[in-house]
């Protein structure tokens, strides 16, 4: 009655007023007699007012910058995903992606539909937007410094350094000196574009080169803290030169500037003394996202803000600003998290990648049309390299380091990515390079950044030592070895219990592995290690009651399937445990289509789906990290669908074909591990007809009276389950009691799916 009462009274309500609205249009339309009122062209049509409607709207400035933003994320997420497959950081790949949309490609070849998308009127709104991600980018840069270890660096992390700065920055003089007849803009003296020269030479890319450190799993090793040392302290030094390098280009002298570096001297000081203090107090209480209220967000964001616009009017560009007021936040690290994580994702995901296209836009590789400009480009990222690599290395050499870590660390340093394109745009902005040269710039750093990969990796190679197999490694080789892979601590505890359970008795003839790898930019290098303590911890302590030695082994990957099943082969473990991520039922249609928009923005599983090796329709029980795992595996493998696992004392072992005779080999250690009881269900008759299988149930029942049972069932039902905490199934058994829907699935307990060959 309620239902119909609401009904009745929307009806009258809304069809009542709109009868009334149409009443006073319609009254209102005489009133325009005599008052001019334009009227639409009645001979265009509707379709052709609509049409003329539609194409206003494409180009009114906000559509335009959307399109533009969307056009521009995607070609970096796409370009950004390439790059990582074939082992180069995402900002290559956006650095790439920037200069293909610009008129180095896309306004070559198809100039039209780039004059539509970024007009020349329209650059300033990208402009606008691109300076904010970068001024919210530097400000991220100056967090992620860790002051604390700058004040404890070692002398020989000062000597690299600053030898690592003023080796390119002298080459890059005198390369100016070479080049400023005939490529220094008019009206711009030698000592503005010397020193431009000379900075752009000398500059790293702190982060990105943090980011290269912990993919690479060297973050805890002598050579990942000594490089990050020195990367943080150039990133400092560079960007005090360059602040300085600004004053003395916009004074026109060293002599005028000296007043815009004492302003600047008064500036720091007030940051550092003053500021610096009142915000540690407040980010003091700031540990948890309760406690970073909007109040609190906002004196930090207002202080980014006024440092920003202090130096921009100062003189020495709002991004030493932003860098200033990152690098003079709370040492706490765990607020410098909460507070990157705010702003991290928009700055790094919507707005850098406009800073990329903004600089592709300026570069035009076209107008190096000379062959002796593209010799000298080819000169420029000689003088680059040998600056930076050679400077580096040589200075790490000279203080102790081995060869192969000075080679490391110099092409470690020779990383310049997006840092370089910021100071090259602030050069171009200024007018102190041309657009040739540029162009040349942004080609030397995105061939710079690109080869320091491949330079590690031939550094490796050419120090690589024959491995020396000794007597404790050939003991090892022999114990039955378990890896452990999780995502989760909860899920790491489980499957050490599990572990355990085949392994308990074994007297010291098992071998158990724990590893958890992470997702690349997912951590701040400095977050790292307080971040493997945690994942680990509940694991470390479990192992503790059990009184079992456990390794650990933990990495951060851009591709964490690859990192798991590499482990594992590599390794030559004889059981990888993992945890299910995700339902049994993942694989059902609802799940797939509802999974098919994660594709729009995930280039591997797009490309999977368009060549045929995934399928929309797919009714695979797993999900797709997990298959990702099964399609690469050369060692066996247990999936732990965990139901809250506990001791596994009452197991059930379902047979439904001939290959499942496997699992006997499992029921066995589980028996003799923890004594387990044990029952097999002959769900197929297959059993009967194995004599080899049924001698082995005879011979561990007579080692282990009353611990194993065979049924002779065709039929399983949840009645066999009740009691039961484990459950041991083949994987092709799991894939046809999935695809079959079994009436009992609801009722399993804790399931181990285990792959005896996958692949």
């Known amino acids: 009655m309620g239902k119909l009462k609401n009904t009745i009274f929307y009806i009258l309500t809304i069809g009542g007023l709109s009868v009334l609205i149409y009443r006073m249009v319609t009254m209102g339309e005489k009133l325009e007699g005599g008052r001019q009122v334009v009227k639409p062209d009645s001979f265009k049509g509707q379709w052709g007012e609509f049409m003329d409607t539609l194409s206003h709207n494409l180009q009114h400035p906000l559509a335009l910058l959307l399109a ?22 995402t900002v ?17 070849y198809l100039p039209e539909f780039s004059n539509v998308l970024f007009p020349k009127q329209s650059l300033g709104n990208l402009q606008f937007l691109s300076q904010i991600g970068l001024i919210l980018f530097m400000f991220i840069v100056g967090m992620e410094l860790d002051l604390k270890m700058l004040r404890k660096q070692t002398h020989d ?15 890059g003089i005198g390369l100016a000196y070479f080049i400023y ?9 030698f000592l503005s574009f010397g020193l431009f020269m000379g900075i752009a030479m000398s500059i790293t890319a702190f982060p990105v080169l943090a980011r290269i450190v912990q993919e690479r799993g060297i973050t805890k090793t002598r ?6 040392t020195c990367a943080a302290a150039d990133d400092i030094t560079a960007w005090c030169i360059l602040a300085a390098v600004i004053a003395i280009v916009k004074a026109g002298s060293f002599t005028s500037s000296l007043y815009i570096m004492a302003l600047a001297l008064v500036y720091v000081i007030v940051m550092i003394k003053m500021v610096r203090p009142f915000l540690s107090r407040i980010g003091s209480i700031c540990t948890s996202k309760q406690t970073l209220t909007k109040p ?11 440092s920003a616009y202090a130096a921009e009017v100062i003189g020495i560009h709002a991004l030493f600003g932003a860098f200033m007021a990152g690098a003079i936040m709370p040492d706490n690290i765990r607020f410098r998290n909460l507070f990157i994580g705010k702003i991290e994702d928009i700055a790094l995901i919507i707005l850098l990648p406009l800073f990329f296209v903004f600089t592709g836009l300026r570069t035009q590789i076209g107008l190096l049309s000379d062959p002796a400009l593209w010799k000298l480009t080819a000169m420029i990222i000689v003088i680059a390299v040998a600056g930076k690599f050679l400077g580096s290395a040589l200075a790490a050499k000279f203080v102790g380091q081995s060869w192969k870590d000075s080679l490391s660390i110099g092409a470690l340093m020779n990383t310049r990515g997006l840092m370089e394109l910021v100071v090259l745009n602030i050069g171009y902005d200024l007018g102190v390079l041309t657009p040739q040269v540029f162009s040349m710039m942004v080609l030397m750093a995105l061939i ?28 090892d080789m022999s114990k039955y070895k378990i890896l452990l892979s999780f995502d989760k601590p909860w899920s790491g505890v489980n499957l050490l219990k599990l572990a355990n359970a085949f392994t308990n008795k074994m007297n010291g003839n098992a071998s158990l592995t724990a590893a958890h790898f992470s997702p690349a930019n997912k951590l701040h290098f400095y977050d790292v290690e307080e971040y493997e303590k945690e994942m680990f911890r509940p694991v470390m302590e479990e192992s503790v009651i059990m009184n079992r030695k456990l390794e650990t082994v933990f990495k951060e990957s851009a591709d964490l399937d690859n990192e798991v099943t590499v482990a594992a082969n590599r390794g030559n473990y004889d059981l990888l445990l993992i945890s299910l991520q995700e339902s049994i039922y993942e694989g059902s249609l609802l799940g797939r289509l509802l999974g098919f928009t994660t594709r729009i923005i995930n280039p591997e599983k797009l490309l999977n789906t368009v060549t045929g090796k995934e399928n929309i329709f797919d009714t695979s029980p797993f999900d797709e990290h997990t298959r990702q795992i099964l399609s690469k595996l050369q060692v066996p493998v247990g999936i732990l669908v965990d139901k809250g696992f506990s001791d596994p004392d009452q197991v059930f072992i379902p047979v439904l074909e001939e290959q499942d005779v496997f699992l006997i080999d499992y029921a066995q250690k589980l028996i003799h591990n923890t004594g387990a009881q044990v029952t097999i269900a002959d769900a197929s008759g297959v059993l009967k007809v194995n004599d080899t299988a049924r001698e082995r149930i005879r011979s561990i029942e007579q080692k282990a009276p009353n611990h194993i049972a065979l049924n002779s069932t065709a039929v399983i039902t949840s009645e ?5 905490n484990l459950m041991l199934i083949s994987l092709n058994s799991w894939k046809t009691l999935i695809e079959s829907k079994s009436s009992w699935l609801s009722d399993i307990p804790s399931t181990l799916v285990i792959a005896d060959k996958p692949g």
Request: charged share 10%; net charge positive.
């Open 223 to 228: 050579l990942g803290a000594i490089v990050i």
């Open 296 to 306: 609190i967000v906002t004196i930090f964001f207002l202080t980014l803000i006024v």
């Open 157 to 171: 992390a000062v000597v690299i350094s600053h030898a690592s700065i003023i080796v390119p920055f002298a080459s």
């Open 181 to 189: 007849e005939s490529f220094a803009p008019e009206g711009v003296q």
């Open 448 to 475: 710079t950044t690109f080869m320091t990969g491949p330079a590690l990796d031939l550094i490796n190679w050419a120090f690589r030592s024959r491995p020396q197999v000794s007597g404790q490694e050939l003991k």
């Open 720 to 724: 066999s389950l009740k009691g039961r």
């Open 92 to 108: 290559v790949g956006e650095m790439i992606a920037g200069i293909l949309l610009g008129p180095s490609l896309l306004g070559l």
């Open 68 to 89: 533009q933003i969307i056009t521009i994320i995607l070609a970096a997420k796409l370009f950004g995903w390439i790059c990582r497959k074939i082992g180069q950081p």
